[in-house]
């Protein structure tokens, strides 16, 4: 089969490597441009309540920021698609550092005690400067440190442990708080946990999203919002979709919910009138509406 593809094959596959390898380049040129302009914009999440006190269900406590690329051809692109390219290109400290001066300037804004929530990539757990990058972010914003978390996967504690906890640490030292995101998924070592000053643990969506469908899935969430408290945690629930998920994970006593039923990605401005009607004792209802 390969004979008789012969030499025209060998070019096809030539010309698909190119065509791909020229819309990489083409794309990484734009993200470029984008940053430097300040193109992209940070989106902002609802975190409400769980809690089974009365109230606790659906008050809004903050919100987590995510990157949006308004592209004029592509649309609002989602961070999955600029990110890694970000990262492959020595982008993402730039582009963190915009997103997280702009989040941090709208989050003074909110009414106290809103947090705001801010990912940070694995490869700026190895970026010395990152905790004056963060406290530069909060003197200009007059944010309180303590409303500010960041958030960080497993995989940014692997490579260079050492480090990585020296950082942590510096960043502990500014007053904010750190969180444990998509747990579960990666390695989710124990070590982690015990060795590193995390205030929070979030399970992720993987398992939320099973959870009604499959009894593993809804032991494995009991089991992480277990060991959370049991180390003094609380428990954070991403990607809840539906009521009777909220009110599984509440029955469960996780402490925080996150997903579509509460209220998707939105702009800054819509972040804010939701900030400032605040507290929502009536539940998730006025929320999603
Ligand atoms: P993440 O930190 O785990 O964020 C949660 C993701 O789940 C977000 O996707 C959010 O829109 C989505 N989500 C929340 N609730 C639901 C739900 O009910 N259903 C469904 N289907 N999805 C839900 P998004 O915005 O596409 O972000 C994807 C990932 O990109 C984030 O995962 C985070 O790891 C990364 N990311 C986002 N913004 C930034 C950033 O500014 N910097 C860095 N380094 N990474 C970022
Ligand atoms: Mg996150
Ligand atoms: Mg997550
Ligand atoms: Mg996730």
């Excluded at 089969?1 to 083409?26: H, N, S, T, V, Y």
């Excluded at 747990?183 to 099973?210: E, M, N, Q």
């Excluded at 996780?254 to 009607?277: H, K, N, S, T, Y």
Aim: hydrophobic residues 45%; glycine residues 10%.
């Amino acid at each position: 089969r390969a004979k008789a593809e012969g030499r025209g094959g060998i070019r096809i596959f030539e010309a698909e490597m190119d065509q791909r390898m020229r819309a990489r380049l083409a794309l990484e040129a734009e993200l470029r441009r984008a940053i430097a302009a300040e193109v992209l914009v940070p989106h902002f999440q609802p975190l409400v309540a769980l809690g089974a006190a009365p109230g606790g269900s659906g008050r809004l406590i903050g919100f987590e920021m995510l990157a949006r690329w308004p592209h004029p051809v592509h649309g609002l692109v989602p961070p999955d698609r600029f990110i890694p390219l970000a990262e492959e290109t020595g982008l993402i400290g730039p582009l963190t550092r915009q997103l997280l001066r702009r989040a941090c300037r709208a989050a003074a804004a909110w009414p106290a005690p809103l947090v705001l929530a801010v990912n940070v990539s694995p490869l700026q757990l190895r970026d010395r400067t990152l905790p004056a990058m963060v406290a530069e972010a909060l003197a200009e914003s007059g944010l309180p440190p303590a409303r500010l978390e960041i958030e960080l996967t497993e995989s940014a504690l692997v490579e260079n442990f050492d480090l990585a906890r020296e950082l942590l640490g510096a960043l502990k030292a500014l007053g904010i708080k750190l969180s444990l995101d998509d747990f579960g998924t990666g390695y989710s070592s124990l070590r982690h946990l015990r060795a590193l000053p995390f205030d929070k643990i979030k399970v992720d969506r993987d398992f939320i999203r099973d959870m009604t469908q499959s009894s593993e899935s809804s032991k494995i969430v009991a089991a992480v919002i277990g060991l959370s408290h049991s180390l003094g945690l609380p428990a954070v629930a991403e990607g809840i979709e539906d009521a009777g998920t909220a009110t599984r994970l509440a029955e469960m006593g996780c402490d925080i919910g996150q997903g579509w039923l509460f209220g998707r990605p939105v702009a800054e401005a819509e972040a804010a009138r939701l900030a400032a009607i605040g507290p929502l004792p009536e539940g998730p209802a006025r929320l999603a509406g």
